[in-house]
């Protein structure tokens, strides 16, 4: 059995955790876990995830399924290391062999703290060595960029905090939010794991209607086709697991297997509409690459044409501060959208993003804004309420 950590973006541990207990995969008493680790500016910042034990089959399951998580990480050391000597030596004595061919290439992300090995390209120059010294061969050690192709380098995550080491293999390659379906984006695109999370967030029954009437590119509602037909979101993209020395291609069939027995036709209508012409061109083109045009209803239209039935839910990341000209006047859009909600949406369910609470106030209604995440690096509240006439 392996120790594995799925990492999720601050605010999303609780729905990571649940999505692993209704894969079986975690015991219904552990609780989220974080961990400190360094942003790439430098400063202090929290990723949090959750740790887990499982198999070769719990790996593939995580990464095929996890649609709120960053990636999945596979703990391969853990032991205290003062001197270089002693980090390389004790590094040099894990199983290098199971994740990595000989002069495979890496990429070395390493984060010292309150640690007597503080310089962090040393630190990444000795495990370089270690792993040499186990393979017999130097690898090639690549600069890691998350932007980058679906297909990058090997990426071996170390920490060192009070003098202990931990080193922990990436089992997933590109991020987790990298489905695959996203060429066209908008914007101010928002991040595939966020949407689901959201969505989570929402308590969503994935039967009642669903209206997202600032659509974008059209992430949320696509997340939401997916999840309303049991499509796994990495069904049609590559891991970094695949590149192992122990890589099973045949487990690996079997649990993709799983994913086309779970497939099934939308049950729910899902309608997703904006102003913007071009956007809705590519969230249609997106949603086409991820199979679900058919279970989206696009239109280009302004907020204030929508035509709800029946009760369901609105959820949406809607225009806010950061993501337009800060001479633009987003009040009177906020005003105008509680109107719409209170004289076509009564009873409805409405979830959105935003990082301005004055902005929310502009709507109206009583919103719980106590979940906070992050979107893009920017601090955003989940706004959810029920619209009352």
């Not at 969230?283 to 690459?289: D, F, K, L, M, V």
Request: a positive charge; charged letters at 25%; hydrophobic letters at 40%.
């Amino acid at each position: 059995m392996e120790t594995i950590f799925a990492v999720s973006s601050p605010g999303l541990e609780l729905f990571t955790a649940q999505e692993l207990r209704d894969l079986e995969l975690l015991n219904s008493e552990k609780a989220p876990m974080a961990g400190p680790q360094r942003s790439s500016s430098g400063a202090d910042a929290v990723r949090g995830g959750i740790e887990f034990e499982g198999d070769q089959r719990a790996i593939y399951r995580a990464n095929l399924w996890l649609r709120t998580a960053s990636r999945v990480l596979i703990r391969l050391g853990d032991f205290r290391a003062a001197v270089f000597s002693e980090l390389r030596k004790k590094a040099g004595q894990l199983a290098w062999e199971r994740y990595l061919a000989p002069g495979q290439p890496v990429a070395l992300r390493v984060t010292c703290r309150k640690s007597r090995l503080y310089h962090e390209n040393a630190v990444a120059e000795r495990v370089a060595g270690a792993i040499a010294d186990r393979l017999n061969r130097q690898p090639q050690v690549e600069k890691l960029d998350d932007k980058a192709g679906d297909d990058p380098p090997q990426l071996i995550i170390v920490r060192l905090v009070n003098d202990h080491c931990t080193i922990s293999m990436d089992s997933s390659g590109a991020l987790l939010h990298r489905r695959g379906y996203r060429q066209a984006i908008a914007k101010a695109p928002l991040r595939e794991t966020l949407a689901a999370g959201i969505l989570m967030a929402s308590g969503w029954d994935r039967i009642a209607p669903l209206i997202d009437p600032f659509c974008g590119s059209g992430t949320i509602p696509i997340e939401a086709a997916l999840i309303s037909r049991g499509i796994a979101p990495g069904h049609a993209r590559l891991f970094a697991f695949m590149h192992w020395p122990d890589f099973d291609p045949a487990l690996w069939r079997g649990v993709l297997a799983e994913n086309k027995r779970q497939t099934h036709a939308p049950v729910s209508k899902i309608a997703a509409s904006d102003r913007d012409a071009g956007a809705i061109r590519m969230a249609r083109a997106n949603a086409e690459r991820a199979g679900v045009a058919d279970c989206i209803e696009f239109s280009c239209r302004a907020v204030s044409e929508i035509e709800p039935t029946g009760a369901g839910w609105i959820v949406t990341n809607p225009p806010y501060g950061l993501r337009m000209s800060a001479s633009k006047n987003l009040s009177n859009l906020y005003a105008q959208f509680g109107n719409v909600l209170r004289s076509k949406c009564p009873g409805w369910r409405i979830v959105l993003l935003c990082n301005d609470l004055r902005l929310l106030g502009q709507i109206g209604m009583r919103l719980d804004t106590s979940l906070s995440l992050n979107n893009g690096g920017v601090g955003v509240r989940l706004a959810q309420g029920i619209v009352e006439d």
